[in-house]
């Protein structure tokens, strides 16, 4: 039988601890028939068999479930020899205040239960591989933490190891019997409820080299060639106590006049001497052993662009640096290519954006939070899909961020988190998330079940918004974080006026679309009076915020009925919420596009929006070259991710970014699901908008990869354009045709 076993102290400060057993196996490993080896621990965990790496976890989850890793024969068999075998399990336990998307206990622990079936004289026998208090722990005493507080409580500790391992030996103890389901016969949950991991391992992709860019006395600066989050490993020779600092930064900011600082160029600012590395929050110390030998990788992925190595004494010397990229096992069955090398290059930096933002969970930047935010990982969600047919990921982020509701419906704004952060329009941005989730995912009976098992989660999101709704009738002053975008001059991303207290529109046209969105939620589960319901509720609202926030005179949503100021976002809220439609829509985007009345923009948070806007008014081909201009600017400066925002941003990595990947997908080569689970494909190609002569790319569906070939062709007389198109549908058969006219479309039963 397996208990949970735990480290026989109560630890007040983050640590290493070793859980060690030596197993004699009675049999040669080639005599095994079928291994399974499941294994969580508290906080977090790296397996070894023998001195080799075989997995880690477990994977980030919530306080309601535990994830645990199942290694089956395939994985680790290779691991093992006749005789005795060491099994190690190096867990980080992390005090309270750090790394918050990680739950844990009061202490260190380890859980494994796991069999081996093999053969013995031609019969099977069996053979168990469990923790007990058979098992030993040690506490590694020559590495210490520093923690990164404040807004950066989510990250992972640095590590500072001094020397060789010094392991104190601490003791077992064992407390507890999983129960099925993690509950018992009288509904008590366990310390840790448990479920299997839902999503595969992370991927550590082969070694790769850095570039030496900058080189002093006192530090070397290196380069990795582009953003990514990663494991370094640096080995080194020196002086016995030598120090080394590993610093990761994102990009070099060059100093100007008046102490002011910028960023430019990415990979030449460290050519500038009044450049330096950005911000320098993050960081890792090792000092060099007896030996005179180390060599260090740290227990968590970095974010990194560039490294800066400093050292306490000029005879340290690297003798091998490289790094091995860390994500989610993305397979890249998307695809896009374009005569334009610039939008070749948008695809590319968007698919490394993405990547370095998914991990075990979507998170909204790898330097900073990596945090798990509802809004990020709707537009990550979206974007991920035109990348992969795996929808694994976007299911479990959608389920854990249901599973942080709290007492009055609101979500919380990331999740796991054991701190508790609320951003009420995010709420709304999980409905939208969970109904674009049907969108994409296998139309089957499962993700039915999947989806009506949120509609409680849905209706109890929705009618907390109706608890904020003030005398005005919209949607209010509240207790929480009112954030809308990071628009220059507004107050912590909030429209002005609320801070003040008054009725931030966009809020209740954020509230109206997730109404609509909600209702095709019920309607894809068969709740046809839920559906009617939301649908009432919506057109109720959207009438009121007609009566209460136009402005006559401009013609555009006023951002707070009480203020005659304006922004995109009123009037892209307005479309998407069907407030307006039809021809109002279009002249409502026009007017706010053309520059006649001052708007304040939408950064990249928004700009997704933005451009379903623009489409659904159908005025995409004459405005969205404008909207692609803030990318080129990125292109420009050499970033290989996507900012966080214009201008000076603080993340040089944000996912919520990375529009263009959908825009060069759905927008570009046309290719978007009509019906759920891509049962009909609908292609119609904006291959003019950006001018471009050819473009090719694949697109994942659930039935397969569909490749999309169009060529311009020349006009006609009458001025029509017209292209070529071929599509290689999952099955193998091609359609293809010449002389299309510019807005064609074309569907497909997949």
């Known amino acids: 039988m397996s208990y949970w076993i735990r480290a026989a102290e109560r630890p007040d400060q983050t640590h290493f601890y070793y859980f060690t057993k030596n197993i004699d196996l009675p049999f040669d490993p080639e005599a095994i028939t079928t291994l399974r080896l499941n294994v969580c621990a508290d906080t977090r965990y790296r397996l070894y068999l023998n001195g080799t790496f075989a997995g880690e976890g477990p994977c980030q989850g919530s306080e309601y479930s535990r994830y645990f890793e199942t290694y089956k024969g395939s994985d680790i068999i290779g691991l093992l020899k006749p005789g005795r075998n060491e099994i190690c399990v190096k867990v980080l336990y992390v005090q309270e205040g750090s790394f918050i998307s990680l739950f844990r206990g009061s202490r260190p622990a380890l859980w494994i239960d796991g069999e081996i079936e093999y053969l013995a004289d031609g019969e099977t026998a069996k053979f168990a591989v469990v923790t007990d208090t058979s098992w030993t722990c040690e506490r590694d005493d020559n590495v210490t933490f520093r923690h990164f507080y404040g807004i950066h409580t989510s990250t992972p500790p640095g590590e500072e190891v001094w020397g060789d391992p010094r392991l104190s030996p601490v003791g077992v103890e064992q407390f507890q019997t999983p129960v099925p389901r993690g509950y018992n016969l009288f509904g008590l949950a366990d310390a840790y409820p448990l479920e299997a991991r839902p999503i595969p391992q992370l991927r550590y992709e082969d070694a790769k080299g850095f570039r030496i860019v900058r080189k002093t006395e006192r530090y070397t600066d290196i380069d990795a060639g582009v953003y990514t989050t990663a494991i370094p490993t640096i080995e080194a020779t020196g002086a016995p106590g030598s120090v080394i600092k590993i610093i990761y930064g994102e990009c070099y900011v060059i100093s100007g006049e008046n102490g002011a600082r910028f960023k430019g160029l990415r990979d030449a600012g460290y050519a500038d001497p009044s450049a330096d590395l950005g911000e320098r929050v993050y960081y890792d110390v090792i000092h060099i052993p007896e030996s005179g030998k180390l060599s260090f990788t740290p227990f968590w992925y970095r974010a990194f662009r560039f490294i800066r190595l400093e050292f306490s004494d000029p005879s340290v010397n690297f003798t091998a640096l490289t790094y091995r990229p860390c994500f989610y096992p993305f397979d890249e069955t998307g695809s896009f290519d374009s005569s334009d090398p610039a939008l070749a290059e948008m695809w590319k930096v968007s698919v490394n954006t993405v990547k370095c933002c998914a991990h075990e969970i979507y998170i909204d930047c790898p330097y900073y939070e990596q945090q798990q935010y509802d809004m990020d990982s709707c537009l990550e969600m979206l974007f991920t899909q035109r990348m992969i047919s795996d929808s694994r990921l976007p299911l479990k982020s959608v389920t854990d961020l249901a599973r942080s509701q709290i007492y009055n419906g609101m979500l919380q704004a990331n999740y796991p988190s054991v701190m508790t952060q609320i951003i009420p329009d995010f709420t709304l941005f999980w409905v939208i998330m969970l109904r674009e989730f049907i969108r994409y995912a296998p139309d089957n009976?499962?993700?039915?079940?999947?989806?009506?098992?949120?509609?409680?989660?849905?209706?109890?999101?929705?009618?907390?918004?109706?608890?904020?709704?003030?005398?005005?009738?919209?949607?209010?002053?509240?207790?929480?974080?009112?954030?809308?975008?990071?628009?220059?001059?507004?107050?912590?991303?909030?429209?002005?006026?609320?801070?003040?207290?008054?009725?931030?529109?966009?809020?209740?046209?954020?509230?109206?679309?997730?109404?609509?969105?909600?209702?095709?939620?019920?309607?894809?589960?068969?709740?046809?009076?839920?559906?009617?319901?939301?649908?009432?509720?919506?057109?109720?609202?959207?009438?009121?915020?007609?009566?209460?926030?136009?402005?006559?005179?401009?013609?555009?949503?006023?951002?707070?009925?009480?203020?005659?100021?304006?922004?995109?976002?009123?009037?892209?809220?307005?479309?998407?919420?069907?407030?307006?439609?039809?021809?109002?829509?279009?002249?409502?985007?026009?007017?706010?596009?053309?520059?006649?009345?001052?708007?304040?923009?939408?950064?990249?948070?928004?700009?997704?929006?933005?451009?379903?806007?623009?489409?659904?008014?159908?005025?995409?081909?004459?405005?969205?070259?404008?909207?692609?201009?803030?990318?080129?600017?990125?292109?420009?400066?050499?970033?290989?991710?996507?900012?966080?925002?214009?201008?000076?941003?603080?993340?040089?990595?944000?996912?919520?970014?990375?529009?263009?990947?959908?825009?060069?997908?759905?927008?570009?080569?046309?290719?978007?699901?009509?019906?759920?689970?891509?049962?009909?494909?609908?292609?119609?190609?904006?291959?003019?908008?950006?001018?471009?002569?050819?473009?090719?790319?694949?697109?994942?569906?659930?039935?397969?990869?569909?490749?999309?070939?169009?060529?311009?062709?020349?006009?006609?007389?009458?001025?029509?354009?017209?292209?070529?198109?071929k599509v290689t549908l999952p099955d193998g058969s091609v359609f293809e045709k010449d002389g299309c006219p510019d807005g064609e479309e074309f569907r497909f039963a997949l």
């Not at 003030?470 to 929480?480: E, I, S």
Request: hydrophobic share 40%; glycine share 8%.
């Open 445 to 725: 009976a499962e993700t039915r079940s999947q989806a009506a098992a949120f509609l409680g989660t849905v209706d109890k999101a929705l009618e907390s918004f109706e608890l904020f709704r003030d005398a005005t009738g919209l949607v209010g002053d509240n207790p929480y974080w009112s954030f809308v975008d990071w628009v220059p001059g507004w107050m912590a991303g909030i429209t002005p006026g609320g801070p003040e207290g008054e009725p931030i529109t966009v809020a209740s046209m954020m509230f109206v679309a997730a109404l609509r969105n909600a209702a095709e939620v019920a309607d894809y589960c068969g709740r046809s009076a839920r559906k009617a319901e939301y649908i009432e509720r919506a057109d109720k609202l959207a009438s009121l915020i007609v009566e209460k926030c136009f402005d006559k005179e401009t013609g555009l949503f006023r951002n707070t009925p009480f203020r005659r100021e304006f922004s995109e976002h009123t009037s892209v809220w307005a479309v998407l919420g069907d407030i307006v439609s039809g021809k109002e829509a279009e002249e409502l985007m026009e007017r706010t596009m053309n520059g006649c009345v001052p708007v304040a923009h939408c950064t990249f948070s928004m700009g997704f929006f933005l451009f379903r806007a623009l489409e659904k008014a159908g005025l995409y081909d004459r405005y969205a070259p404008r909207l692609f201009e803030g990318w080129q600017k990125m292109l420009d400066n050499h970033c290989t991710t996507w900012c966080e925002n214009p201008d000076s941003p603080r993340s040089e990595c944000h996912g919520w970014s990375s529009a263009p990947a959908y825009e060069l997908s759905a927008m570009i080569l046309g290719a978007y699901p009509e019906e759920n689970g891509y049962r009909t494909l609908r292609i119609r190609p904006h291959l003019f908008v950006l001018d471009t002569k050819y473009a090719s790319g694949c697109v994942p569906t659930p039935f397969g990869t569909v490749k999309i070939d169009l060529s311009r062709q020349a006009s006609s007389d009458a001025g029509e354009r017209r292209f070529s198109i």
